[in-house]
């Protein structure tokens, strides 16, 4: 017998049967005798045979593999995503097959086609920040394979998403820091083709409005990573009408906005107030911690999974679900605390 992972052409050469005797007697099929099944389900299991899930899948229309499609991996929020989806994965008897596209439209384009050929029965998306076109999620679709985005998602696709409450998250978060007395608050945001960047932007803007604060366009910024929320506080910062807080994007970007304060001897949160978006690791990792907005990432992942299940389950159910998950507001010491008689 060869080392390695062991084949049924191996089993049935070891056995001095057909091939297609040792596949049906490890499958139970009746028409093998039970001697016969006995003996081939004794032989692999001795020799440690693992079935071919990709090989299995080209016989079969339906697998038991999931694609899920991230930006990146390296991000907190992903992976976190992916712990809440592979649990219920687990829970379920599925396995998952995990592709980054890296923010890049052309790789998110292979990681589907990549998906297509592995014949997986469904597939969870959040789309790459540089994508405006959806041909390839359609072609999800015309293969018979449901798709349901969560967090990035594509509004030119009806089917199922999972969101995190964006706006209302924003509204919370730049009302508490209007409460606390900032009344020039600047907005650093994502791409605004984004769904979820257009969500943050109005729960921003309707704090001001409902404050009655002016709206200024030179507090509107597109940043989202560390160093441009650096580059971009830097320099709003050193402007005459400088802010007096930042509602950002992400932990990440906040990151950027608190190193940029401390460079120019901006104290936090006296002179400005800071606030991410997403509660991870980074968020904890800084001087002062980062106020943020929890965005419960692996419930997003759970009710993803959950999701693409049930459609997988019911293919013939046309009903689009939606799931909302709520966010939480949590306050350390990069923002300014309310005033007693507001707790």
């Known amino acids: 017998m060869k080392k390695g992972q062991i084949t049924i052409k191996d089993i049935a050469k070891e056995l001095n049967i057909s091939a297609s005797t040792v596949s049906r007697a490890l499958n139970n099929n009746p028409d093998i005798s039970p001697e016969t099944r006995e003996l081939v389900q004794k032989f692999a299991k001795e020799h440690k045979y693992k079935p071919n899930s990709m090989a299995m899948n080209l016989r079969s229309k339906h697998s038991n593999i999931i694609g899920v499609i991230v930006p990146e991996l390296a991000n907190h929020f ?13 829970e379920h008897d599925y396995q998952v097959i995990v592709c980054q596209s890296l923010e890049d439209y052309s790789k998110e384009v292979r990681n589907v086609q990549t998906l297509i050929k592995a014949r997986v029965c469904g597939v969870l998306i959040s789309q790459s920040k540089t994508t405006t076109k959806y041909e390839h999620f359609q072609e999800l679709i015309d293969n018979d394979i449901p798709i349901i985005f969560f967090d990035r998602i594509c509004t030119g696709i009806d089917t199922g998403k999972v969101v995190v409450d964006d706006y209302s998250g924003t509204f919370n978060a730049t009302e508490y820091m209007i409460n606390t007395g900032c009344k020039r608050i600047a907005f650093l945001g994502a791409p605004p083709h984004l769904e979820i960047s257009k969500n943050r932007k109005n729960g921003y803007l309707d704090a001001l409005r409902k404050h009655h604060l002016p709206i200024e366009d030179d507090f509107i910024c597109g940043a989202d990573n560390k160093q441009l929320g650096y580059q971009t506080a830097k320099e709003l910062l050193l402007s005459v009408n400088k802010p007096d807080a930042f509602m950002c994007m992400n932990d990440y970007t906040a990151s950027g906005v608190l190193v940029a304060a401390k460079e120019l001897g901006v104290k936090v949160p006296e002179e400005i107030s800071i606030c991410g978006f997403s509660n991870s690791n980074i968020s904890q990792d800084t001087d002062p911690m980062l106020t943020t907005v929890d965005q419960y990432p692996a419930k997003v ?15 013939e159910k046309q009903e689009r679900k939606n799931r909302i998950i709520k966010t939480n507001l949590i306050i350390r010491n990069t923002t300014k605390q309310l005033p007693e008689n507001e707790e």
């Open 78 to 90: 992903f992976s976190s995503v992916l712990s809440g989806i592979e649990l219920v994965a687990e």
């Open 301 to 315: 992942g759970e009710e993803a999974m959950n999701l693409i299940l049930e459609k997988v389950n019911n293919p």
